[in-house]
């Protein structure tokens, strides 16, 4: 993961991506990026320059994994960086007055983009049918809590379609001293439905935990008094909650897994002898 972090724990994925989802990466410039990606070879050829200390190289270690992909080693393009996410998707979360259909529709917007837009504006329609049918307390309730599994949904949808020719085509794996020795199209299937998962966990703590926060924050005597407060506790709800669910969910699984090579096509386990090969999960 990185210099010296120890991501085959979930402490140590965690620490990790927080690093990678940092607002402040969206921001590096070119010639910083440029540097950065300059310390960290010197590093691995052992020319460092005199006066560098490990907090510089854990920095220039941050910006690299947050703008630079794994594999291509090309930047990511800014709105789709792990760092923008959070700006990205508090924008929908924060709107006042929302209806389910807004907020399924926000949610759509800034997790699944046009991938999945047929699915959700579908799913908006038949729940707030069913929505009428309850009372009052009833609804607000279901309201609340019903844009998970359309979410989710969505975001499955969007990791199938996105990322479907890897299922054909196959992924990398890679032996222990990094030697690619076959595309695997298992291995693939074993990437995408690891990353489908980690979407499904994403907006989970999100969906649950802002509503059942504010139901008891409104029932406060202070809230009661103050009304105009509650949309600015809503939005730093949403924010420490969101901000607490990216690193958790990404961290679910590592980037680089491992899968046995007995469990690939007989090509490739027949071309090693390594009996546990790596490969690149994705984010």
Same mark, same amino acid.
């Given at each position: 993961?990185?210099?010296?972090?120890?991501?085959?724990?979930f402490?140590?994925?965690?620490?990790?991506?927080?690093?990678?989802? &940092?607002p402040?990466?969206?921001?590096?410039?070119?010639?910083?990026? =440029?540097?950065?990606?300059?310390?960290?070879?010197?590093?691995?050829?052992?020319?460092?320059?005199?006066?560098?200390?490990?907090?510089?190289?854990?920095?220039?270690?941050?910006?690299?994994?947050?703008?630079?992909?794994? &594999?291509?080693?090309?930047?990511?393009f800014?709105?789709?960086?792990?760092?923008? =996410?959070?700006?990205?998707?508090?924008?929908?979360?924060?709107?006042?007055?929302?209806?389910?259909?807004?907020?399924?529709?926000?949610?759509w917007?800034?997790?699944?983009?046009?991938?999945?837009?047929?699915?959700?504006?579908?799913?908006?329609?038949?729940?707030?049918? /069913?929505?009428?049918?309850f009372?009052?307390a009833?609804?607000?309730? %279901?309201?609340?809590?019903?844009?998970?599994?359309? /979410?989710?949904?969505?975001?499955? !949808?969007?990791v199938?379609?996105?990322?479907?020719?890897?299922?054909?085509?196959?992924?990398?794996?890679? &032996?222990?001293?990094?030697?690619v020795?076959?595309?695997?199209?298992?291995?693939? =299937?074993?990437?995408?439905?690891?990353?489908?998962?980690?979407?499904?966990?994403?907006?989970l703590? %999100?969906?649950?935990?802002?509503?059942?926060?504010?139901?008891? *924050?409104? =029932?406060?005597? *202070?809230?009661?008094?103050?009304?105009?407060?509650?949309?600015? /506790?809503?939005?730093?709800? !949403?924010?420490?909650?969101f901000?607490?669910?990216?690193?958790?969910a990404?961290?679910?699984?590592p980037?680089?897994?491992?899968?046995?090579?007995?469990?690939?096509?007989?090509?490739?386990?027949?071309?090693?002898?390594?009996?546990?090969?790596?490969?690149?999960?994705?984010?």
């Open positions: 993961c990185s210099i010296s972090a120890n991501c085959s724990t402490l140590g994925r965690l620490r990790h991506f927080i690093d990678i989802i &940092d402040s990466t969206l921001f590096v410039t070119e010639s910083r990026l =440029k540097e950065c990606i300059k310390l960290l070879d010197d590093f691995k050829q052992g020319n460092l320059p005199p006066g560098i200390t490990d907090h510089q190289l854990w920095e220039a270690q941050k910006v690299k994994q947050a703008i630079i992909h794994p &594999d291509t080693g090309e930047k990511i800014m709105p789709f960086r792990m760092s923008g =996410k959070s700006i990205e998707r508090v924008v929908g979360l924060l709107l006042p007055n929302q209806t389910l259909a807004s907020t399924v529709f926000w949610q917007l800034n997790q699944s983009h046009n991938a999945c837009v047929n699915y959700a504006n579908r799913n908006a329609t038949k729940l707030q049918m /069913v929505i009428h049918k009372n009052p009833t609804r607000l309730f %279901i309201q609340r809590f019903i844009p998970f599994p359309a /979410v989710a949904s969505a975001n499955i !949808c969007n199938a379609l996105m990322r479907h020719s890897e299922l054909s085509e196959g992924i990398d794996v890679l &032996d222990s001293n990094g030697n020795v076959g595309s695997s199209r298992i291995a693939a =299937k074993h990437a995408l439905i690891e990353t489908a998962l980690t979407r499904v966990a994403l907006p703590p %999100i969906f649950v935990l802002p509503p059942i926060i504010m139901a008891f *924050l409104e =029932k406060l005597p *202070l809230m009661q008094a103050h009304r105009r407060m509650m949309l600015p /506790v809503h939005s730093l709800v !949403c924010l420490a909650v901000g607490l669910s990216l690193p958790l990404i961290s679910l699984f980037q680089m897994s491992e899968i046995e090579a007995s469990h690939l096509e007989p090509e490739i386990a027949m071309a090693t002898d390594c009996k546990v090969l790596t490969y690149n999960k994705g984010l």
